[in-house]
């Protein structure tokens, strides 16, 4: 299996669970914790994890040059994209959240193009308008039921928004580290800034939980967001980029509003209907189309 295959896979596999994440991590909030404590979880918990997995690779020196690249790669990641996005989540609905993350591969574009010079052909720019399109489908048509409480729709759209922006800035901006450094060495760096960069901010809700009367439905899920939702799916993303660029792993996102859905139908939490089977098929070809690699050498850039 070559490399190419292996990093789709990989950015598959972190849809996937950023999918499964929004419904299992909202049940959680905010009966048994604050969305900002759930933010220490996740940075101390990968953190944790990342160095532990660091013992049993080759050590890796950082360049001071890039010191500051990954200062603020830790800051848009592991900072204000978490808050964000968890805080977001809280306050609307889990199919909002997995319908607004689509809007990541179009930032991903502009940023790509603009520092990256990447080349954009026309299947490419075809396929996030087809997935795009899915997705817009999905958020008109197909939001038909809410699973759980939603306090302030309009402001945690608004945050979530925020949390695309820096997500895919964050891709763009780690996008030439994975050339140099391992998955490993960067995230266990990334991570350990980000406890220092959101622990005045977390901690208040950390030492508010009732640690002693958490159920084990509370503690699953707090267990699958730290090694799933953190630890698994940024491992797993920094990998893809290694080999494909950031516009490709950012149209994955367009699959998460499907794999949302599909997840509250297994639960009895939602319904399938003919609108939300047309605007998966038009995620599906969307992803596919913007991930397949072009044969043609000097593609007409958009």
């Known amino acids: 299996m070559n490399n190419r295959i292996l990093a789709l896979l990989a950015a598959l596999g972190a ?9 299992i991590a909202k ?37 001071r040059k890039d010191y500051p690249r990954i200062f603020f790669g830790a ?33 991903i ?60 800035s964050y891709l763009v901006l780690v996008k030439p580290l994975t050339k140099k450094y391992s998955t490993v060495t960067l995230m266990k760096w990334m991570f350990l800034l980000g406890i220092f960069m959101t622990f005045p901010i977390t901690y208040p809700e950390v030492i508010a939980v009732s640690w002693s009367t958490l159920p ?12 799933g939702t953190t630890f698994l799916t940024y491992m797993l993303n920094v990998y893809a980029l290694k080999s494909l660029p950031p516009t490709t792993i950012g149209a994955f996102a367009y699959l998460q509003p499907l794999i949302t859905i599909v997840y509250a ?23 596919y189309l913007v991930s397949r690699k072009m044969k043609i050498k000097h593609a007409k850039v958009i």
Not at 27 to 36: L, T, W
Not at 265 to 287: E, H, P, Q, R, W
Request: hydrophobic share 55%; net charge positive.
């Open 216 to 227: 084990f439905d509370a503690i699953w899920r707090m267990i699958f967001v730290i090694v």
């Open 75 to 107: 800051v848009l990641g592991m900072c204000i994209n978490m808050l964000m996005f968890f805080k977001g989540l809280q306050l609307s609905t889990p199919i909002n959240s997995g319908v607004i993350v689509t809007l990541t591969p179009i930032i």
């Open 109 to 168: 574009l502009i940023l790509s193009a603009i520092f990256l010079k990447e080349r954009l052909n026309s299947t490419k720019f075809f396929g996030i308008t087809l997935g795009f399109s899915g997705a817009l489908l999905l958020i008109l048509y197909g939001n038909t039921t809410q699973l759980v409480n939603a306090p302030n729709i309009p402001l945690g759209n608004t945050m979530m928004l925020i949390n695309s922006i820096c997500y895919g």
């Open 15 to 23: 849809t996937t669970i950023y999918g499964l994440n929004h419904t």
């Open 27 to 63: 049940v959680v909030m905010p009966h048994y914790i604050g969305a900002f404590g759930f933010i220490m979880l996740r940075v101390v918990g990968a953190a944790i994890l990342f160095w532990i997995l660091s013992l049993f690779t080759t050590k890796e020196k950082i360049d």
């Open 265 to 287: 139908v297994f639960t009895g939490n939602d319904s399938l209907d003919g609108i939300k089977i047309i605007a998966c098929l038009l995620v599906f070809l969307g992803v």
